[in-house]
């Protein structure tokens, strides 16, 4: 890896993170066509830069997450889950890692996705706002978020499903999907880097730095956008853009 891949990948990162469309998997998809191979190192900077993207949530929402001690509550109970079938799961999910498999899991989620806009295109979804939901619903939003282990799955993607399925509408879906991001990747994250600790030096602290940096840029812009976005469209493009990568992924690999 050089710096110009460190760049690329941050950009990655910070673009996909928390659209529906699976980092993971466009991770695994950039790196296959950069020709990186899924050493130890990369695979700890692939997750090291998440911090940036994590960083860019709390940037944004730094004001609510001060004052809502309701809001942490939900999230945390909506943690839990993925937390206990994370680490039940984690040695066993690993052998999942790979392009078939990544798409395969964007075709598949960008079907439900448009299905299940088109099932709630006349329902009402009384939730507006991300802390006036259960916590019955939360541990509920954290089951499903637990289905993104698969990569290509998509974390936010499976989180916004699962929290409109229960009633919340896009924005508070969105937002509670970028939210719950926060202590699920710094788990996540902070497992995987003390486990490859070893494989972090000062010479690779560059790229790591410049892949933290643009990852950060990246997720700043791409939760704004995305929040102005659904405002007034529906999730449905980002299905047929599952779909779409899934099958020109699919045509190169088979």
């Given at each position: 890896?050089?710096?110009?891949?460190?760049?690329i990948?941050?950009?990655?990162?910070?673009?996909?993170?928390?659209?529906?469309?699976?980092s993971?998997?466009?991770?695994?998809?950039?790196s296959?066509?950069?020709?990186?191979?899924?050493?130890?190192?990369?695979?700890?900077?692939?997750?090291?830069?998440?911090?940036?993207?994590?960083?860019?949530?709390?940037?944004?929402y730094k004001?609510?997450?001060?004052?809502?001690?309701?809001?942490?509550?939900?999230?945390?109970?909506?943690?839990?889950?993925?937390?206990?079938?994370?680490?039940?799961?984690?040695?066993?999910?690993?052998?999942?890692?790979?392009?078939?498999?990544?798409?395969?899991?964007?075709?598949?989620?960008?079907?439900?996705?448009?299905l299940?806009?088109?099932?709630?295109?006349?329902?009402?979804q009384?939730?507006?706002?991300?802390?006036?939901?259960?916590?019955?619903?939360?541990?509920?939003?954290?089951?499903?978020?637990?289905?993104?282990?698969?990569?290509?799955?998509?974390r936010?993607?499976?989180?916004?499903?699962g929290?409109?399925?229960?009633?919340?509408?896009?924005?508070?879906a969105?937002?509670?999907?970028?939210?719950?991001?926060?202590?699920?990747?710094?788990?996540?994250?902070?497992?995987?880097?003390?486990?490859?600790?070893?494989?972090?030096?000062?010479?690779n602290?560059?790229?790591?730095?410049?892949?933290?940096?643009?990852?950060?840029?990246?997720?700043?812009?791409?939760?704004?956008?995305?929040?102005?976005?659904?405002?007034?469209?529906?999730?449905?493009?980002?299905?047929?853009?599952?779909?779409?990568?899934?099958?020109?992924?699919?045509?190169?690999i088979?």
């Open positions: 890896m050089n710096l110009v891949d460190s760049v990948l941050g950009i990655v990162e910070g673009i996909t993170e928390f659209l529906p469309i699976s993971t998997g466009h991770m695994i998809l950039v296959h066509l950069l020709g990186l191979k899924q050493n130890t190192f990369e695979k700890t900077f692939e997750i090291a830069i998440q911090l940036g993207a994590i960083l860019a949530v709390v940037f944004i004001d609510r997450l001060l004052k809502g001690l309701e809001l942490w509550k939900k999230l945390i109970a909506a943690f839990i889950p993925t937390g206990v079938i994370g680490l039940a799961l984690h040695s066993y999910v690993e052998e999942l890692f790979s392009p078939l498999v990544v798409s395969l899991a964007l075709i598949f989620w960008g079907i439900v996705f448009i299940m806009e088109i099932s709630l295109k006349k329902k009402e009384p939730i507006l706002d991300p802390a006036e939901v259960s916590y019955s619903k939360a541990v509920l939003i954290g089951i499903f978020q637990s289905l993104a282990m698969i990569p290509g799955t998509s936010s993607g499976a989180t916004i499903i929290s409109m399925l229960l009633g919340m509408n896009r924005i508070a969105t937002e509670f999907s970028f939210l719950l991001a926060i202590p699920t990747m710094l788990a996540a994250t902070g497992f995987e880097i003390l486990k490859n600790f070893h494989t972090l030096s000062p010479e602290g560059l790229l790591l730095i410049t892949g933290f940096v643009t990852a950060f840029v990246f997720a700043f812009l791409s939760v704004k956008w995305l929040l102005s976005f659904i405002k007034t469209h529906t999730f449905i493009p980002f299905g047929v853009y599952r779909i779409i990568v899934g099958v020109i992924f699919l045509t190169f088979l």
